[in-house]
């Protein structure tokens, strides 16, 4: 079975570019995408997106099969039915995980930023006229959402198993994640959708839920927000299960 190179591929690239006699900015011009992109696909870091391929390699002047290979190809070395279809598979798997990596990136920075967010609201809460108790009591909640948004941010998987395709199962087990939702199977159709609505919850939570407090007892009074933070707390979970079932469902 042929494996794609990335070193090899991101050589091959330059070396037919030059050929060409065209700069990256020329040829990212040609494909509609940034000179930098260009620049990372030849040093090897990323691999072009598989509906790139062919635009690629008609600018180029070669064949898609040469492209993924990495060097020409004469008649008697062409590959066989088998071997293109491994090359195209291993492309796909090469652009699904740029994909993945660029999306847990986008996580990770957005994971920094409500950290940075939720310091600034403990010190503001510090420093206002909130009681200690009201306090801890508003930034549990959100430190607890916050953890979560960690998890499932960065270290659950974006990609299950392919048993969960072939078999109906209602419950994701990754480390210390956990999650049982009877009555609804999760599968790689419905598995990213879910998991950013749980990302989505968490990070706005863990930012919300202080600001709601903060702003509440400033309006309304203490007495108000103890009379209300445990139907928020309720509401909000009852707002998750729905929005996963709901999500779940449409993607099943």
């Known amino acids: 079975m042929y494996q794609i ?4 591929f991101g050589q091959f690239l330059s070396e037919m570019r030059k050929e060409k006699s ?6 990212a011009d040609k494909l509609f995408v940034s000179d930098k992109t260009v620049s990372k696909w030849e040093r090897g870091n990323s691999m072009p997106n598989v509906t790139l391929l062919l ?5 180029l002047g070669i064949t898609v099969t040469e492209l993924l290979k990495g060097e020409k190809l004469s008649e008697n070395k062409s590959l066989n039915t088998d071997e293109v279809e491994s090359l195209v598979v291993n492309s796909l798997d ?3 995980r740029d994909s993945i990596r660029q999306r847990k990136k986008n996580w990770i920075l957005a994971v920094l930023i409500s950290m940075v967010i939720v310091i600034a609201e403990t010190i503001l809460m510090t420093i206002s006229e909130i009681t200690v108790k009201q306090r801890n009591e ?10 979560f948004a960690v998890c499932v941010c960065i270290f659950v998987k974006e990609v299950l198993p392919t048993y969960y395709d072939k078999d109906k199962i209602n419950f994701v087990s990754q480390g210390i994640f956990r999650i049982h939702m009877p009555g609804l199977a999760f599968n790689n159709g419905n598995w ?3 998991l950013t609505v749980f990302r989505v919850f968490s990070l706005s939570t863990a930012i919300l839920y202080p600001i709601a407090c903060y702003l509440c007892v400033l309006i309304g ?3 108000v927000w103890d009379r ?12 998750l299960v729905i929005a996963t079932y709901v999500v779940g469902k449409k993607y099943e």
Not at 5 to 8: E, P, V
Not at 22 to 27: F, G, V, W
Not at 55 to 59: D, H, L, S, T
Not at 229 to 235: L, P, R, T
Request: zero cysteines; glycine letters at 6%; proline letters at 4%.
């Open 5 to 8: 190179d990335n070193q090899k």
């Open 22 to 27: 065209m700069t990256q900015k020329e040829l």
């Open 55 to 59: 635009p690629i390699a008609g600018v």
């Open 94 to 96: 090469l652009s699904v």
């Open 138 to 147: 508003s930034l549990t909640i959100s430190l607890l959402m916050f953890f």
């Open 192 to 194: 990213l959708p879910v």
């Open 221 to 223: 009074g203490a007495d």
């Open 228 to 239: 209300v933070k445990n139907v928020s707390v309720a509401i909000l979970l009852a707002g």
